[in-house]
């Protein structure tokens, strides 16, 4: 006997009676219930709920329980069939977590950068799809990288190591020391590079460039590139960010005080120290905030520091700037 492809009448009433009640549906009858209703279930929970993005929250799970990558990777075959008892199951979990405004990164446990499939766990900081952006600007705008026997490369705040990991796969001769002021992050990095199998061409730091001494840094001797996608929300925006933020993704990954510029000043601060004569820094930012670094730098012309690009982010925004180290003119 073939599949049925209409929904029994007693599931029908229990997805009706979760959707007017606002009580997710806890647990359905395996019998008629294929991937494509799951997702258009949970959909409808998902957005009554309030959660954002529910169309991709709910296709993203079901793919994930089926071992898909994503839900129109999935066979016509498949998309159709009946899931098993146990899918149904692994998926009724991940969506009650997702209805608690758990980040779908978490709750899958890894997420995709680029062309990597890194790990993902709380409270480490989420990579966004801008981010990629920042490992372009560094290969478009320092092609001698690729030229270089060993350029090496400093990274502020790694986070689940996402930059550095992805230069290092596209740099094969590059050397990376990434730091990150959080234990779990550098653990999460360090997992990372073993899984891509980068770890021997890259140093994790436990180290908080605003409190911690410079000096392990300096040991290291001078870089070439200084790039960072650091916390820069300002203070008195954290309280308006999602609740999946909120709740579950480190904050000192995300409050860069004040002006949201803590970490990006005392990096510029050692800048002239830890990069080598004409070596190029990229920082990751708000859109306020080139304008506001531009000023900053006019003020401190001793570091001999220069902004010489703002680059925007695919939603036009200016996110991103280009910073070098000036020669400093010589004695007569």
């Excluded at 009580?23 to 294929?34: E, I, K, N």
């Amino acid at each position: 006997m073939g599949v049925m492809n209409v929904i029994p009448r007693s599931l029908l009433r229990r997805f009706v009676t979760a959707a007017r009640s606002q009580v997710p549906c806890q647990r359905l009858c395996t019998a008629g219930v294929t991937p494509e209703k799951l997702v258009s279930h949970w959909q409808k929970v998902f957005q009554e709920h309030g959660i954002t993005e529910h169309q991709e929250s709910s296709e993203i799970l079901v793919a994930h329980a089926l071992g898909a990558k994503t839900f129109y990777s999935l066979t016509h075959e498949l998309a159709r069939s009946p899931v098993s008892s146990h899918q149904l199951a692994h998926i009724n979990r991940m969506a009650q977590e997702r209805l608690r405004r758990v980040p779908i990164q978490y709750i899958i446990g890894e997420w995709d950068f680029l062309d990597l499939t890194l790990k993902m766990r709380p409270p480490v900081f989420i990579p966004r799809p801008e981010t990629e952006e920042l490992v372009g600007l560094v290969l478009a705008s320092c092609p001698e990288l690729l030229q270089s026997a060993e350029p090496r490369i400093l990274e502020v705040g790694c986070g689940s190591g996402a930059v550095s990991l992805a230069l290092l796969q596209r740099i094969p001769q590059a050397h990376i020391v990434a730091t990150d002021k959080t234990e779990a992050a550098v653990s999460l990095s360090q997992e990372n590079a073993e899984r891509l199998g980068l770890q021997h061409r890259i140093q994790i730091l436990h180290h908080d460039i605003v409190s911690d001494s410079a000096l392990p840094l300096l040991a290291l001797g001078a870089v070439d590139v200084l790039v960072s996608n650091p916390p820069y929300i300002f203070k008195e925006d954290l309280s308006a960010l999602e609740p999946e933020i909120l709740r579950y993704e480190d904050h000192a990954a995300l409050d860069g005080g004040p002006d949201g510029m803590v970490v990006m000043k005392a990096m510029l601060h050692l800048a002239p120290l830890l990069l080598k004569p004409k070596g190029h820094i990229f920082l990751e930012g708000d859109p306020r905030h080139p304008t506001m670094l531009q000023m900053w730098l006019q003020r401190h012309p001793e570091l001999q520091l220069q902004l010489i690009h703002v680059i925007k982010d695919f939603c036009g925004k200016p996110r991103f700037v280009h910073i070098q180290r000036r020669d400093r003119p010589s004695s007569s």
